[in-house]
T-cell receptor, first 113, second 115 residues
Framework: NAGVTQTPKFQVLKTGQSMTLQCAQD?????MSWYRQDPGMGLRLIHY???????DQGEVPNGYNVSRSTTEDFPLRLLSAAPSQTSVYFC????????????FGPGTRLTVL | AQSVSQHNHHVILSEAASLELGCNYS??????LFWYVQYPGQHLQLLLK??????LVKGIKGFEAEFIKSKFSFNLRKPSVQWSDTAEYFC?????????????FGAGTRLAVHP
């Protein structure tokens, strides 16, 4: 199993540009989520999904869109990038029970100029 | 809303010293508690977790944590640290009141171990 994979690893955008961060998992996990990591703030939940066709907002959803058309994939879209979205983005997945541990991807480092 | 506090932002230790990292959460009720570690340039890995039962849980690499419900705490300990423990450590909680789908993280503690 590859686990949780993310692409790209690094990305530089200009303010106002759009892009999609890709996340895929091969563990047949129903639950997937996106976090952003900023210095001194830990990880903050952006959006999550409990299954195909079902998404919900986390702590910091503004400026980000998600969709879940398949169990395997959970892309994160930035419609109009802003410098405040400069961060490291992590995707994670787990089984639907609250007891299951989240498995994290390697991250995408995004810089918005 | 649930929040997680990690009291030490930076910790510097010499090899063989003992480690204790504090973690407190704000909202009581039934919670699951986790400690994750992020080594330089790597993604988060689970160190240990508490769901129920024995409040003293043991994880990988000699780490352990104690859940004290009355203090809303889940402190991480290791009796003797190694240089390879240099990393950032995150405490996290899910469950009450936001639900099990929202994992709330603390700000992290950056540990540097000197040989």
């Amino acid at each position: 199993n590859a686990g949780v994979t993310q692409t790209p690893k690094f990305q530089v955008l200009k303010t106002g540009q759009s892009m999609t961060l890709q996340c895929a998992q091969d563990m047949n996990h129903e639950y997937m989520s996106w976090y952003r990591q900023d210095p001194g703030m830990g990880l903050r939940l952006i959006h999550y999904s409990v299954g195909a066709g079902i998404t919900d907002q986390g702590e910091v959803p503004n400026g980000y869109n998600v969709s879940r058309s398949t169990t395997e994939d959970f892309p994160l879209r930035l419609l109009s990038a802003a410098p405040s979205q400069t961060s490291v983005y992590f995707c994670a997945s787990k089984g639907t029970s609250g007891l299951y541990t989240q498995y994290f991807g390697p991250g995408t480092r995004l810089t918005v100029l | 809303a649930q929040s997680v506090s990690q009291h030490n932002h930076h910790v510097i230790l010499s090899e063989a010293a003992s480690l204790e990292l504090g973690c407190n959460y704000s909202y009581g009720g039934t919670v699951n508690l986790f400690w994750y570690v992020q080594y330089p340039g790597q993604h988060l890995q689970l160190l240990l977790k508490y769901f129920s039962g024995d409040p003293l849980v043991k994880g990988i690499k000699g780490f352990e944590a104690e859940f004290i419900k009355s203090k809303f705490s889940f402190n991480l300990r290791k009796p003797s640290v190694q240089w390879s423990d240099t990393a950032e450590y995150f405490c996290a909680v899910n469950g009450a009141p936001g639900g099990y789908n929202k994992l709330i993280f603390g700000a992290g503690t950056r540990l540097a171990v000197h040989p």
